[in-house]
């Protein structure tokens, strides 16, 4: 893949794809056409046997849409969007746990003395939950996942029943959509902004009232990636 991560290359194909969306088009026909993107790439590429066999070897991405045509927001994976004062997420069955795991170890091992600087350096927490988290793509799109089970955009076919369709009042003037990079959504980049900041000087290990699979890590200046669009209707 050139050298890119696998969600890198996921991202690329659908920023191509989408563009190219029937304009009528609904939530089930875009999944279709999406995940028909990424198996292509997998075809032309030779990973089509790998990525069937392996799901941990697939290009996965999430993705939230919105339909002018339709007036409505397809979320497809863990994503978020706001309109009309009201946050709307999608997360992943599995990291609520698994997240909540990591943070019994971290607050663990804080009693015992450990600093959060060591733990940010070192994320014992979250070598805790590694193998799991690996192995919790054996969910996605899987058609025996049971209460685990989750859709993601990875070449194979989704459980149209998983994705989350919100249909927007007709009133509606502004919509934002978000990745899980933000914690909080508010209505302006800049409050949200401020809002993570004010959370990640408050809990940089991600332990607290935002628990996640990850903290934020030596360097970084953020425990996510994140994209922010806001939308005038």
Known sequence: MDGKSSGRMAMEVLRASIPCLPKDADAATAAACLTSAIRHYYEVHGLYEE????????????????????????????????????????????????????????????????????????????????????????FQNADDAGPFGYAVLDGFPVDLSQIRVLPLPSDTQELILASDGYPVLADTLEETERLLACSLAEDPLRIGEHPSTKGVAAGNESFDDRTYLRIKL
């Open 51 to 138: 990525a069937a066999r392996h799901a941990e070897s697939r290009m996965t991405a999430s993705a939230v849409v919105y339909s002018v045509h339709r007036h409505e927001v397809w979320m497809i994976g863990d994503c978020l969007c706001r309109f009309n004062g009201m946050t709307y997420t999608n997360p992943k069955p599995t990291d609520s746990i698994l997240a909540g795991i990591r943070a019994d170890v971290l607050r663990h091992l804080l009693r015992k003395g450990h600093s959060i600087a060591d733990l940010c350096t070192r994320d014992v927490g979250r070598e805790w939950i590694w193998t799991h988290l690996k192995d919790q793509c054996a």
